[in-house]
């Protein structure tokens, strides 16, 4: 079901970059992926919510620019998955520096 989704959102991200794709930062395979993973995730199930704020147009307009995304309601969606996601790698692995017995033989 989540493959179907994917699959959706790809004839319309397409038609949104159009011919001038090329100086696009967000590639396509990275958006269906964060999107493929919050809806794995059960973050896109329900759409019953919306968000309001004022925000500057020139801050929009090139995150859009940026991204290829035409809609503000798939950008802030986007945003928003993107933020949702995020493991925290960097952090988890500078937390955990000096945990490991240094006498422990890893093997290499």
Known sequence: MAK????????????????????????????EAVM???ERSGLLNKKGGRIGGRVSPALVRQAKRQTGIKTDT????????????????ADVFKGSRGEVDPKLKLGF
């Open 74 to 89: 798939d950008l802030i969606e986007f945003a928003l998955a993107t933020i949702a996601l995020q493991d925290n790698f």
């Open 4 to 31: 179907a989704s994917a699959k959706k959102r790809t004839p319309l991200l397409a038609k949104q970059r159009g011919a001038a794709s090329s100086g696009l930062v967000v590639s396509k395979a990275r958006f």
């Open 36 to 38: 493929l993973a919050a």
